[in-house]
């Protein structure tokens, strides 16, 4: 675990971002080992929050009701 230097040549438009919550990588990043990965953060307190990439955002949201009101359903049945 330390602090590293982001060099890149002057004519590299490549952007690198923090392994743990996604900021922008400026000048320098924390780098530490998880396992078997070695990540890149912006701060030295981050190596103990990693969270797994894989987790979208949304999966906490409770699903999607589709049901349709009972005024909306009964007028497609008559419909059909």
Same mark, same amino acid.
């Given at each position: 675990?330390?602090?590293? *230097?982001?060099?890149?040549?002057?004519?590299?438009?490549?952007? *690198?971002?923090?392994?743990?919550?996604?900021? #922008? #990588?400026?000048?320098?990043?924390?780098?530490?080992?998880?396992?078997?990965?070695? #990540? $890149?953060?912006?701060?030295?307190?981050?190596?103990?929050?990693?969270? @797994? @990439?894989?987790? !979208?955002?949304?999966?906490?949201? !409770?699903?999607? *009701? $589709?049901? #349709? @009101?009972?005024?909306?359903? &009964?007028?497609?049945? &008559?419909?059909?």
């Amino acid at each position: 675990m330390s602090w590293q *230097d982001l060099t890149k040549s002057w004519q590299d438009t490549s952007v *690198d971002y923090c392994d743990v919550c996604g900021n #922008l #990588l400026i000048h320098t990043y924390w780098r530490f080992t998880d396992g078997d990965a070695t #990540l $890149r953060a912006c701060r030295q307190g981050d190596d103990g929050t990693v969270v @797994p @990439p894989q987790a !979208p955002a949304w999966a906490d949201y !409770p699903p999607i *009701d $589709r049901t #349709l @009101p009972a005024g909306l359903a &009964a007028a497609r049945d &008559a419909r059909e």
